[in-house]
């Protein structure tokens, strides 16, 4: 790469921001042939923007992206592809009931006339194949396929459309290690012999050292680092990931901790799971980090029983627990904050006082009957409470802001008397006054209301910020607890991310 | 509606939500008055009223399974049946009482069916509902072994329910007050309500909070049926047969109801209210197509224009969210 003057590709301070939130600032990077390049950061450092605006899904507010020293001037997805830019995503966009080779040729099929010509596509598909080396029958449907053998279908489909620059979204998460080490091979030699450049995003800082050249650190939004990965070492690039100020936006406080609420012994579920043993207290704020796919979510819902156990014991308030659906979860006292807000949280086309209330109809209704006066007082007092910031009860809540509408979920909580909070990722997606905000939230809940919190979160300053103790989980485990006083990002992120 | 003008915040301009239907609804009266000299005439007024009655209790059944973002395409069939079963047993001797209470239950539990099926073997609403349409027509021929049913006698006995008047009101638009009165009841003042307003606009969160979603989805469909059957009587009771081949298209002539009524067809929005509007609407047209001799056929696309530009206004309105 060192005689190529004109890099494959080049961004030059790509900036792009949502309402309330700059997802990338001034962002830099560039890739030349042949070459591999890890682009690593956080969750939320902004690597999917940057992906989306490579594929031309996103376009930028501002700065330039070159292709082989062209600026591209009005990126579209189309566009981005028939200039030779392939991206592939960790949830392969696929049509899983049809061929290898219908895939591969998807939207541009060979013709005979009017026909297409099938022995042609099959043919090509068999050719490239061939020379890429894949052991794969174009004939074979792709919903028959190993995860591994359809991200080799998307390499080669990238191939036949003549890609020059392949972004591949964390493609090892799903893979196993010979399957790695196969894709490994096959990125290597098409970057060494094809010239192909590579932008490789993943979260397993042990990959970025065995199969790429250079890095890119991205982090809230802003390039921190770009070198040779020789350069670094897992410690140092770990620091780029991770370090900043944590400033002053976790609110002090001196908990009160007392006697066990839950216990879990050997919990694990159907899918992600395994054998988690956890405890918390009263008055505890407790936080469960871990990358994407670490089971955080798994592990939250199954307590709720959103999700069903496969195996393991739960004890709330000190007595056995068989909790089988939410239902039975709210009446245990338990409150999941979920994940996503607007798909799991919010009724959003309707009002505050509806969300707020709807877990607690049995609190504010006499035999099926709902008393108007205890629904206004109960929506009230949350509001109040909770300084939830709307025009009114009876406003939309879709109208809300992230922060506002968040707080209406925890009022619903509040409301049926949750005396233990399982809060999936509190703060996502709400900006920084409103993280301040849901912070002093949950020290008040855990304080003044002696609630025991859990709290899964990505966003590691803020669980060492805020938290008591946490658990470090990986691959569907809990591999550490540890004091949130005595530790720092670094130890915490080697136990996340490191094998 | 949303004018945005570039650089300055977002302008809107909006009536309160429902109000549209109502203004549709002073504007039609309005016309239909030039149309037809006879359109105000009270006896004409009335038979609108009648037809308002036996379209809107299909039409608030159905308003209940829209709300929880499902469909129900069986009702025209139910009504179909249980209009059969209850001339069938007539004709056998059986009381009046007796044939209403086992027709009801009938075609209760037919919605029941459809209840089982969609809640809780999560077949699609619109599938589910296409099969028991289906299934129940086919019942409904069997049961009167293909021809109609005719109770003689006992039919008479029986005409006041459709056909009869109260003070001077037929008796279905009593009927349908009823039905209204109760399921408004339920919507707005019960818990059970606000589970169905819940899990129409979004399940997942509904489930999280604890509601009951199956039982829920269950309880829509099987008061749907339930309607649906009541519905069948009172067109047996009109037509003093029991016709197997009766009722066709009632479900899309339901659905209209609810969804011209702002029962959005994304589940979660709607009520009562509206779909008395609906069915007000829609009765006033047909009445005012008739009187001013428009065909039948001609009908028809009209009222297929209306279903499109309701849902497109309904549609315009949610794409700011």
């Not at chain 1, 066990?260 to 988690?276: C, G």
Request: net charge neutral.
């Amino acid at each position: 790469m060192t005689d190529a003057p004109i890099p494959a590709l080049r961004l030059i301070g790509v900036t792009k921001s949502f309402p309330g939130v700059k997802a990338l600032s001034e962002v830099t990077l560039s890739v030349a042939r042949g070459e591999i390049r890890a682009l690593v950061g956080e969750n939320g450092a902004g690597k999917s923007t940057l992906m989306k605006i490579l594929s031309g899904a996103y376009v930028a507010d501002a700065g330039r992206i070159e292709l082989f020293g062209e600026e591209v001037a009005h990126p579209t997805p189309a566009g981005m592809i028939a200039r030779g830019v392939a991206v592939i995503y960790q949830e392969l966009a696929q049509a899983p009931h049809l061929t290898v080779a219908e895939n591969i040729f998807l939207g541009r099929l060979p013709r005979a006339g009017l026909r297409v010509d099938w022995s042609a596509a099959k043919a090509k598909a068999r050719d490239v194949m061939g020379r890429l080396g894949f052991d794969i029958d174009p004939a074979d449907h792709i919903q028959d396929l190993s995860v591994a053998k359809r991200q080799m279908v998307e390499i080669a489909k990238a191939m036949v459309r003549d890609a020059k620059i392949i972004v591949l979204d964390e493609p090892s998460a799903v893979l196993a290690q010979a399957e790695i080490d196969e894709l490994f091979g096959i990125v290597k030699q098409l970057a060494r012999e094809n010239g192909v450049a590579f932008v490789y995003i993943s979260h397993r800082l042990g990959e970025v050292f065995a199969l790429c050249d250079t890095v890119t650190v991205l982090r809230d939004g802003k390039t921190v680092h770009n070198g040779r990965a020789s350069d670094l070492d897992a410690q140092a690039l770990i620091r780029h990931m991770v370090g900043r100020e944590m400033g002053d936006i976790y609110p002090r406080r001196a908990p009160k901790i007392g006697e066990i609420v839950l216990e879990t012994k050997s919990l694990s579920d159907h899918a992600l799971l395994r054998e988690a043993s956890i405890v918390l207290r009263k008055g505890e704020i407790v936080g469960l980090f871990g990358l994407a796919g670490a089971g955080r979510t798994e592990l939250l819902r199954a307590l709720f029983g959103a999700a069903a156990r496969s195996q393991g014991e739960v004890r709330l308030f000190e007595a056995p627990a068989l909790v089988k659906s939410p239902r039975e979860g709210i009446a245990h006292g338990l409150g999941l904050l979920p994940e996503d807000r607007k798909t799991q949280g919010l009724f959003l086309i309707q009002s505050v006082g509806f969300n707020i209330v709807s877990a607690s109809l049995g609190r504010i209704a006499a035999h099926g009957f709902i008393s108007a006066r205890r629904e206004r007082e109960t929506v009230t007092t949350q509001i109040e409470r909770l300084r939830v910031k709307t025009p009114s009860a009876d406003a939309a809540v879709q109208d809300l802001s992230g922060g506002n509408q968040q707080k209406c979920v925890f009022a619903r909580l509040v409301a049926a008397d949750c005396r233990i909070l399982l809060a999936d990722e509190p703060t996502r997606g709400v900006d920084v006054g409103a993280k301040r905000e849901i912070y002093d939230l949950l020290v008040a809940l855990a304080s003044t209301r002696d609630l025991a919190v859990l709290m899964a979160s990505s966003d590691l300053p803020e669980v060492l910020g805020l938290c008591d103790r946490l658990y470090v989980m990986r691959e569907g485990r809990i591999v550490k607890e540890l004091d949130a006083r005595r530790t720092n990002e670094e130890e915490v992120m080697s136990y996340a991310a490191l094998h | 509606m949303r004018l945005s003008i570039e650089g300055a915040p977002a302008i809107k301009v909006s009536l309160p939500r429902g109000a549209g239907l109502w203004i549709a609804l002073v504007v039609l009266i309005a016309v239909s008055s030039f149309v037809s000299p006879h359109f105000l005439n009270p006896t004409n007024l009335l038979n609108v009223l009648r037809q308002v009655a036996l379209y809107g209790i299909l039409g608030v059944g159905m308003t209940f399974v829209i709300l929880t973002r499902g469909i129900d395409l069986s009702v025209g069939s139910v009504v179909a049946f249980s209009g059969v079963l209850g001339a069938i047993m007539m004709e056998a001797g059986w009381s009046i009482p007796a044939t209403v209470v086992l027709s009801l239950a009938a075609g209760t539990m037919m919605g029941a069916v459809n209840g089982l099926g969609v809640a809780y073997w999560r077949v699609p609403a619109f599938i589910m509902t296409l099969g028991t349409m289906v299934m129940i027509r086919g019942f409904g021929l069997m049961l009167a072994d293909g021809g109609t049913v005719n109770p003689g006698k006992a039919a008479e006995r029986f005409f006041w329910l459709g056909g009869g008047y109260l003070l001077a009101v037929p008796t279905p638009i009593y009927v349908f007050a009823l039905v209204c009165i109760v399921a408004y009841a339920v919507l707005s003042h019960t818990s059970f309500g606000r589970a169905i307003f819940a899990v129409g606009s979004n399940d997942e969160a509904a489930r999280l909070s604890g509601i009951d979603v199956p039982v829920t989805t269950f309880a829509v469909y099987v008061i749907c049926g339930f309607l649906a059957a009541l519905s069948g009587l009172i067109f047996l009771s009109r037509l003093s047969v029991g016709d197997p081949n009766s009722g066709l298209g009632l479900e899309l002539e339901a659905i209209t109801i609810a969804v011209i009524g702002g029962t959005s067809l994304f589940g979660g929005e709607g009520g009562v209210a509206g779909t008395i509007g609906g069915a007000t609407i829609l009765a006033i047209i047909a009445n005012v197509l008739n009187l001013a001799g428009v065909s039948p056929f001609s009908q028809q696309v009209v009222k297929g224009a209306i279903i499109i530009l309701a849902v497109l206004l309904e549609t315009g309105r949610r794409r700011r969210v």
